[in-house]
């Protein structure tokens, strides 16, 4: 059975910790505050660390979930990399492009997997549109426009929106048209002053041909949205990423395929055991943790400037 340890209980990290409980997986939970790492050891049956050093040196790990924020995530990885152990690190993968490159390097040094946390390509009418792309069944895949709004949550504080948010619909945008893109052009700004970060975001990612992305992400909508307008030269597909509703849309006909509601962290999780078992890297790579930091950054570098930014 594959033992996998949580390091950060807070905030995303007990959804992490109940998934693994519930696939069995679970061997250990850490967090810098102590009546939480021993609360959820008492209700989990694990132990229970306040120190990531303390559970890697004490336990027997074949992985280590990293929830903590952002700006940590370089310093855990590195350790949990280190004692040789994998590594699942949520996003963004780093807070910079360097890093993220180092980071890399250290799991090739180490020979073990490194995912980052791209929970949507797990979504369940995610998936069945990348389907839906690679058979061609509704003709060349042309723009994609997503929208991620939502008031900010109070637990985000070291990064911005751009990082935070917008990442999940880059990776997205590249995983589906199966590239990155080669021109950035982005405006970001903070409603909400004095803010340190931005929190809001209008990018448009430009891909080879005709293959446009359109990202709009804010803190500022008052209800949560998350959707996608995938337009292709056939038809259209809109998704919606909470309700995982699928409306295909071709000529004056539309379909909505009947599809049972999967959480998409459980089958997330669930691929970075097997990926573990087989030995095999998950579906989501270093590479592609560094790609959308790079994306992330020409987002910010874009918006600076008010020009676009040209990728390698």
Not at 146 to 156: A, L, M, S, T, V
Request: charged share 20%; aromatic share 8%; with cysteine.
């Amino acid at each position: 059975m594959v033992r996998i340890g949580v390091v950060g209980t807070g905030g995303w990290g007990k959804n992490h910790v109940r998934v693994l409980n519930e696939l069995q997986c679970l061997a250990a939970v850490c967090d810098m505050d102590r009546e939480r790492a021993d609360a959820f050891s008492k209700s989990f049956h694990v132990p229970g660390y306040a120190s990531l050093d303390d559970m890697l040196k004490k336990e027997k790990l074949d992985a280590v979930t990293i929830c903590t924020p952002a700006s940590t995530h370089f310093q855990m990885a590195t350790k949990v990399l280190a004692a040789g152990t994998n590594a699942f690190v949520e996003k963004p993968m780093t807070t910079t492009v360097r890093d993220a490159e180092q980071l890399i390097q250290a799991a090739k040094d180490a020979n073990r997997a490194l995912t980052v946390g791209f929970i949507e390509r797990f979504n369940p009418p995610i998936t069945g549109l990348k389907q839906m792309i690679t058979e061609g069944k509704m003709g060349e895949p042309i723009l994609l426009e997503f929208h991620r709004e939502n008031r900010r949550g109070q637990n985000i504080s070291d990064v911005g929106i751009v990082k935070d948010a917008s990442v999940h619909d880059i990776d997205t945008a590249c995983w589906l048209f199966g590239e990155v893109p080669k021109v950035v052009y982005a405006r970001v700004g903070a409603a909400f002053v004095p803010l340190e970060h931005e929190d809001f975001a209008a990018i448009l990612l430009g891909f080879s041909g005709q293959k446009t992305a359109f990202l709009v992400t804010n803190w500022v909508t008052p209800n949560r949205v998350r959707t996608l307008s995938a337009v292709f030269s056939g038809g259209v597909v809109d998704v919606d990423f909470v309700t995982q509703q699928t409306s295909i849309h071709e000529g004056a006909a539309t379909t909505v395929p009947a599809r049972p509601y999967q959480e998409p962290l459980m089958l997330e999780l669930k691929a970075f055991v097997e990926a573990i078992q087989a030995k095999k890297q998950p579906l989501v790579t270093g590479k592609d943790g560094l790609n959308v930091l790079k994306v992330a950054e020409a987002v910010l570098a874009s918006s600076k400037s008010g020009t676009p930014i040209y990728l390698g």
